[in-house]
């Protein structure tokens, strides 16, 4: 099967491109280093689509999640909407953080809505630890304070790889449902990830995020991880 994907040579798009193409074609949408030379936002031409036999979306933009919104919804939806247009099975793959009230958590929701219009699919994955480039980070900025262990909706690479060769399969024997559904993986539970967050004086989450929102006027930083705190992230006492 001719799959293709954008976001290809993102954390998550790149993991995913190397376990489909061991049994696949796999066709990549983007500005660098793609088969395909497009960007978020731009219909793709018949041409350009007749090369597939489904995509998956998994591009976005996350320079400023605020001012990116339209971008990322909009783009999804012209990129459902072309596929339909095509008669092309259309993936999105969204994010747990849809049911957040962070500004890339609306986004997502928005996105979600926009391919449901399109007869097209949703699939909401949590972070996957693989592709987490904080991971591995154990650095902390004063050893005498305590680790804040805080709860991330993870999801494991085998359980979301095993998804998308199951879905692949059903729009190969044209067996997807008649109607758009979003499809939650089934790892999606909170779980304390492997990592936990370090911080470096003993504040209660409401300050921290407090700091950040301040900081948010003046930091494009912050700004971009004071979404991802409320996108991802809770802590023990706010699960209970």
């Given at each position: 099967m001719r799959v293709g994907i954008t976001g290809g040579s993102g954390r998550v798009g790149k993991l995913l491109v190397a376990n489909l193409l061991r049994n696949h074609k796999v066709v990549t949408f983007g500005r660098q280093n793609s088969d395909i030379e497009w960007a978020l936002?731009?219909?793709?031409?018949?041409?350009?689509?007749?090369?597939?036999?489904?995509?998956?979306?998994?591009?976005?933009?996350?320079?400023?999640?605020?001012?990116?919104?339209?971008?990322?919804?909009?783009?999804?939806?012209?990129?459902?909407?072309?596929?339909?247009?095509?008669?092309?099975?259309?993936?999105?793959?969204?994010?747990?953080?849809?049911?957040?009230?962070?500004?890339?958590g609306l986004a997502k929701l928005k996105a979600e809505d926009a391919v449901a219009k399109e007869k097209g699919f949703n699939l909401r994955i949590g972070l996957i630890p693989e592709a987490n480039r904080y991971a591995a980070n154990s650095k902390k900025f004063f050893g005498i304070y305590p680790q804040i262990p805080c709860l991330i909706n993870i999801t494991n690479i085998d359980d979301f790889e095993d998804f998308i060769e199951k879905w692949l399969g059903a729009a190969y024997r044209e067996s997807l449902p008649a109607k758009p559904v979003t499809l939650v993986s089934s790892a999606a539970t909170p779980r304390e990830v492997l990592c936990r967050a370090r911080i470096s004086i003993p504040l209660p989450l409401f300050l921290i995020r407090g700091a950040l929102f301040i900081s948010s006027f003046v930091s494009l930083g912050a700004r971009n991880l004071q979404d991802s705190l409320l996108s991802v992230t809770t802590t023990p006492w706010e699960q209970k």
């Open positions: 936002g731009v219909r793709p031409s018949p041409n350009q689509l007749s090369q597939v036999d489904v995509l998956i979306h998994l591009g976005w933009s996350l320079q400023e999640r605020n001012a990116d919104f339209h971008l990322n919804v909009g783009g999804t939806a012209t990129l459902a909407s072309a596929a339909r247009d095509f008669g092309i099975p259309f993936l999105f793959v969204s994010s747990v953080a849809a049911s957040s009230k962070s500004s890339y």
